[in-house]
Structure formats: C-alpha cells, structure tokens
C-alpha cells in the first residue's frame, strides 16, 4: 500500500520535534534550518502548521530539472533528489508551486522530504499526531470518520 | 558533549566581540545553562557590585541539552545579579530562542560593561555585531521583534528582547523572546535596559551535533518522552489547562493568597481557573483561550494561547490586543487576579499581555499591586495619589496600573520599585510580601509549610522554581507529603533544591519534573555529554550549584537574618481552609535544613562543605 504524510494543523503545538528528526535522518545533527519540513506559526491566530513536500504525482520539480536529478521512489511514490546528479541549478525551487524544494548552501545541492524511504521520522517523532504517515488512498479517512460521528451516530432511540 | 564549546564575550563598553572556549572543567563540574553561567559570574563579578552599573554582567545561557530532541530541550536561562534582589539572579525561558543560539554554536553570551548608545547584538551563526538601536529604544517588545525580522530581510531570526519596562528602570523588568516567553523574574530586564542593549537577535544553522553516545542517547530521549505523555499531569492536565490546573486545587487546599495575603482562599478563584479559560464567553460565545502552545523541543505543550473579548473594557477601540497572543499561566493568573482579589478573567489577560509587550515579570507586578490596593484600603494611598479609585477586586485599576508602569507614567513610577521599595517608601515594609526583595508566588505557605521553607532559603528570593515542595505536598510527586506539617521538611526541600539545580542547569524544562525524576533526566545527560553524569555524581552538582549560589549571596551581603518571611505569614493565622488557623512554622525548620546543608547557624558555608563541594 502507498502511504503518504497526513497533516493535522489542530493537533500541532509547535514544538518542532519534527524539524529536529528530520534533520537528525538526513544530518545526524539537530538542526531546525536543516528540515525539510517546517512548522509555520500564525501568531495572530495561534494556529501552527507543518508544511512539506505533498509528493505531487506529476511533479513539477522532477519535470523541471535539467539533469534527471529527480527520480521517483516506486516503492513509496517519494519524488527524490539524487545528490549525485544535482548540479544546484535551483530550477525546481522555481518550478514547485509549494516551496517545498530549497536549495542548501552548504552542500550545493536541493533537498526535499523523500519520505525517509517509507519510515518518516517526523511522523515518528511527533507527540501529538499532528503528523501521521496514512493509506494515501484514505487520507481523508479520521475526517469522514469525525464527521459520521457528529452526524450519524445518534441513539437512535433518542 | 553536546556544549557547543565556544562562548562569546561581548564588551559594550568599548563595543568589543570575542570568542572564547568553553571552560570544560567547569562544565564537568556545573553542566551548563543556571550551574555553568552562575560558576562564570561569581568568578568574574565582585559580589559587592551595584547591580545597575556597568561592573555587573549578563549572561544568556543554553544547557547541554538545548536544541536536542531531549524533551523541553530549548531552554535558556539569563544570570547576573538582580536589580530587584541584589542578590543572584538566574531567570530561565522556553520559546526558541536558547535553541537558536545554541544551533548557531554558542553555549552562551556574556555580556560585559555599557554601551554609550542603544545597541543590539545580531548573531549569525560565528559572525557577531554589535548594530545601532536608536531606532528601536522606546518600542515595545512586541515592536521590536518584528523591526529587527523585517530589517535583516529574515523571517526565521528568533530575538530575546526588553520593553519599555527594561528601558525605564521597572526594577522587574523581564527579558522576552519569541513575544510572549519569558526570563521573568527578579530584574533581570532592568540589567540589561542599564547597559543599553535592547535586544539580541540570532541565526544558527549549524545544529547541534557531537552526542557522545547517538543510540542511547535516542532511547534515553523516546523513553523520556512516554514518561511525559503517560503521565497524568504532563500528558494530560498540562496541555489541557497549562499550569492553570492548579487555581482552583491551591484554593481548595487554602494556599492561595489573596488580597495580598490578607486571606487564603479566593472566592473568585474559579472565575480565574484554567477551567474557565475553556468556558464559552457570554458575551461572543468564544472561550478565552484559542489553544495550547509548546515550546522548542517540548512535549507537553502547557503554553497557553489566548484571545481578549474585543468588547471587553480593557481593549475597546484598541484592535493591537485582539489578535491571539500569549495567555495566562498559573502564576500570573494568581498574581494578577487573586493577589489583589480581581476575578475579571479578560482584565487578567489584558494585564498579562502588557506585562509580554512592555516585559515585566507579572508577579511582582501583580504583588506590588496588591500591596498598592492594601496601603489603598488602610487609607494611606489616595485616588489623588494613584490616579485611579484602587479597591481590592477592581479591575479597572489593575489594567490602569498596567499601561502606565512600563510607561513611567503618573504613579506607575512608584509602581515600578517593587513592593519592597514601594511599601517601605510609605512606612509600611511589613506589607511587602516578599523575601529578599522578591515577592512571593502563587502559594501561601501557611497551608503549604515546606514552601516556607523553600521561599526562606531561596537563593533568588520567593521563588516557586527553586524547590518546587508543592508536588510532593499537595499532588503526591514523587511521594505525598502532608502540607500542614513541618516534619521532614528541611530533608524535603534540600532534595527539591538540589534536584532543581541539575534540571535548570541541563537545558530541560523544570515542568518535566511533573513526571520526571532526576532518575529520568540522568540517562539523557549521561548519553548526551558525559559518562562520568552518574545519579551520584549529578546530586553532587546539584549541591555544588546550590552553595555556590549561596556563598555569593553571602558575600554580597546576606546573611541568616535574610531567611525569613513577612511577619504576616509568621504571626497572622489563615483565616479559612484545612490550615485554619496555622501560621508558617519556619524556626521549627530552618535550623534542621541549615545542619542539613552544612552551614553555620549564621547561614554560612562550613569550611568542610566547600571542601566535600570544591568551593
């Protein structure tokens, strides 16, 4: 089954446990300038949001890159930047209509989430489940089911 | 490892920047953030010194586990000595900045002298800079970090900043980052308002790397972190109500002072509760608080996120206070609500965002003003005088003392001298409820006698965060002890005090102690920095932080006479509640704790002590 990351704005506190694991994955360091997704916070509204890479089925950043740098994990639909190929062009970052491609200046190289190859350390480290790593077929599936309940569960009796 | 292992000394006086190593035998000896900056200070700071001349120093500290996955692990703490107490100041902060700065390679910032003009340091990563303030002197903190944001062209620049009340010499003015996080108390604001450095702002993209022992160190954090979220207060009570579960269990107890500590119990209490931050308003059927808020690296979330009815008093035609900002803990709760007997939960968090936007700690703000309405009452303070008709319970004057302390307005300028000076000024310093010069917390010790104790000792004056016998005596953490009793209390609050120590030094929340025991911390520090972090070998540095902080005390000045509490809570029984009748039983305690400590009857440190400590 493809699975994808699933984003509950609600459920976010803002804590950046996943900012740090994600660059602990691909840095071995903890290092929130390093992540490839970050937590947005509306002051104004108290809302925190995660926000990463969607994995975009026709995506835009491997189609734009010039030097095939950016291939598609069959496995788990991941779109992935081989470093190796990577001249640093930072076509994609243009091309992706998110932002969710950066180029890194230390290395010369753009990085985007690559789903950890299946086992997403955000997910992993998120204490709220404001991020979880679902059926992408079913991402909308706690939502409906939220929505039965208020619904649809009446007692009937009543 | 885990110390970034550089510090950067700042000069303002001859506007100088350097890099120094971090000295690791003292880290070895004091692990970082209150023990290690404390250790730098009394080293290089003569105790005597005026706390408000260029001679005192600023220190902002990370710990060891500061922008690590360690839970709560973004804190910082600013140290110097208090332009509230005179003695030594150690105020600690979540938000994210302590992690920022340690993720650009600092383990801390000391900051020397006084800068000719308005000045604010700008950190990015190695590159340090002392940039010309003149624009942002006079702006809130609100203000100011938004300008330094939009002046550098970078959204992710974090900035620890004063207000107004730093500027103006409020003598408890705090030190704010991320706009509603604070080094709160004491005065640590006022220090760094006298050296005429507004803010620091900081980039760090370096990380922080160099854990000794990666594997462990991973499963010592992920075992941390179930602790947290399957215990009941930390997984649950903390992220619902923030530490505002405690308003209405302190009253029931008969510990919350009120109306200045005339009373014990607060009629209004559940008006204030963190239960009816979550009640529906009448008037927009909105609740007050918008949600909860974690700081870096924290998982459990208390921070509370709250907005103000807009049609409420305090905020009619003032659309800069409607938007969501940060709401009321615990402790302002009580200070600026049963303190002076105000149960307006909308006015209270009208204060609370004055105190974040001009940085003052609300406590003693919230004590000075209880102090104010009893000298009001006794009618020795006049509406003349005051400005303001200033009864306990009204509202109207809590929220006109608010706007005009940081201002230096009208008789916000007496307001601004803390109730020491304040009641002392009107010839009543029995009315200051404080210890060394530190107005009390959020618990009466009448009904909680080791907090007696606790606050007598205190090494910054009345704190709650320095021996924090409330979990023991009233929530059963890590044992239940009884509140209204004074057995075994010494023993108590020397654990709690040295325990607390090793918590404030490693970079980690103290609220983690909720859940957390030293045992908990321990493998974190040991896999993160040092093997050599034993159980035994941490209770040591514990002590080690304790007495030094004391010995400078001390030496500044201090003596056993200064561990005492107002007569009030000594000669006054509680009127109502399960201590009824009870005064603080500190004599029955203090002798016992100073035996247990190693001091002389004089509060001194023995020669044996400092030899077993390495003092």
């Known amino acids: ?158 | 490892m885990t110390w970034a292992g550089k510090i950067l000394r700042v000069n303002l006086t001859q506007g100088t920047i350097k890099s120094e190593p971090l000295n690791m035998q003292w880290a070895r000896e004091y692990i970082g953030q209150r023990g290690l900056a404390t250790k730098y200070f009394v080293e290089e700071v003569d105790a005597k010194v005026d706390p408000l001349s260029p001679e005192n120093k600023i220190i902002y500290a990370t710990g060891p586990l500061t922008g690590t996955m360690a839970s709560t692990g973004g804190r910082y703490s600013v140290i110097t000595k208090g332009a509230l107490t005179g003695a030594i100041a150690c105020s600690n902060s979540g938000g994210y900045f302590g992690a920022e700065l340690k993720m650009a390679g600092w383990d801390m910032i000391i900051v020397e002298g006084k800068s000719p003009k308005p000045v604010y340091l700008y950190i990015e990563n190695d590159k340090a800079e002392l940039r010309d303030a003149s624009a942002l002197w006079g702006k809130t903190v609100w203000e100011t970090e938004p300008w330094i944001k939009n002046h550098h062209q970078d959204p992710l620049i974090r900035v620890s900043s004063i207000g107004r009340a730093g500027e103006n010499g409020v003598m408890y003015a705090a030190v704010v980052n991320d706009l509603h996080r604070a080094a709160g108390r004491s005065g640590v604001g006022t220090v760094m308002g006298s050296k005429n450095l507004k803010a620091i702002a900081v980039r760090g993209t370096k990380g922080v790397g160099n854990v000794r022992d990666p594997k462990a160190f991973m499963a010592a954090v992920n075992a941390g972190k179930k602790v947290l979220h399957d215990n009941a207060v930390t997984g649950q009570g903390l992220p619902k109500y923030g530490t505002q579960v405690l308003m209405n269990v302190i009253n029931e107890i008969g510990a919350l002072p009120t109306r200045n500590h005339r009373d014990v119990q607060f009629e209004g209490a559940k008006d204030i509760s963190g239960e009816a931050m979550h009640e529906p308003r009448k008037t927009d059927g909105k609740p007050n608080l918008v949600t909860n808020q974690a700081c870096f690296g924290c998982t459990i979330a208390c921070g509370r996120i709250s907005k103000i009815d807009e049609t409420h008093f305090s905020v009619e035609n003032k659309p800069q206070y409607w938007g969501a900002s940060g709401g009321l803990e615990y402790e302002a709760a009580w200070a600026l609500g049963s303190a002076n007997g105000v149960n307006d939960l909308e006015a209270l968090t009208y204060a609370n965002f004055i105190c974040n936007e001009d940085g003052m700690d609300p406590i003693t703000f919230g004590a000075t003003v209880g102090a104010v309405m009893e000298l009001y009452d006794m009618g020795l303070l006049t509406k003349e005088q005051l400005g303001v008709e200033a009864p306990f319970g009204s509202a109207k004057a809590l929220t006109y003392f608010a706007e005009i302390t940081a201002r230096g307005e009208g008789f916000g300028k007496e307001l601004a001298l803390g109730s020491k000076r304040l009641t002392a000024k009107y010839g009543h310093p029995e009315l200051s409820m404080s210890v060394k010069g530190q107005e009390f917390p959020a618990y009466d010790s009448r009904g909680i006698q080791g907090m007696g104790l606790a606050y007598a000792t205190s090494n910054r004056g009345a704190c709650h965060l320095r021996g924090y016998t409330v979990a023991s005596e009233v929530l059963g953490i890590p044992v239940k002890t009884d509140p209204l009793v004074t057995e075994g209390k010494p023993e108590l609050v020397k654990a709690f005090q040295d325990a607390t120590a090793v918590f404030d030094s490693a970079g980690i929340c103290l609220f983690t102690s909720f859940a957390w025991t030293l045992a908990d911390v321990q493998p974190q520090l040991a896999a993160a920095c040092l093997e050599e972090f034993t159980m035994d070998n941490l209770n040591t540095i514990g002590e080690r932080i304790w007495n030094m902080e004391r010995d400078y005390n001390n030496r500044a000045g201090f003596t056993a006479k200064d561990d005492t509490l107002p007569p009030r809570l000594l000669q006054e029984p509680a009127k109502t509640g399960p201590a009824k009748g009870l005064t603080n039983k500190l004599p029955e305690m203090l002798p016992r704790y100073y035996e247990l400590r190693g001091w002389t009857p004089e509060g001194t440190l023995k020669p044996e002590t400092r030899a077993r400590l390495g003092l």
């Open chain 1, 1 to 158: 089954m493809q699975k994808s990351l699933h984003i509950d704005p609600d459920k976010c506190t803002g804590c950046l446990q996943c900012e740090m694991a994600c660059s602990y994955e691909n840095y071995g360091l903890f290092n929130t300038s390093k992540s490839r997704i970050k937590v947005f916070d509306f002051h104004e509204t108290g809302r925190k949001v995660p926000y990463t890479c969607t994995q975009c089925d026709e995506a835009w950043c491997l189609h734009a890159c010039p030097v095939e740098a950016i291939k598609l994990d069959a496995a788990t639909g991941a779109k992935i930047v081989l470093d190796n190929v990577c001249v640093g062009c930072k076509v994609c970052t243009i091309a992706c209509p998110f932002g969710t491609v950066n180029y890194v200046a230390d290395t010369g190289k753009v990085q985007k989430c690559d789903l950890c190859g299946g086992e997403p350390a955000c997910a992993e480290a998120c204490p709220t489940g404001a991020i979880t790593y679902v059926d992408a077929s079913w991402t909308g599936l706690s939502r409906m089911q939220q929505w039965a309940d208020k619904l649809g569960n009446q007692n009937a009796a009543a």
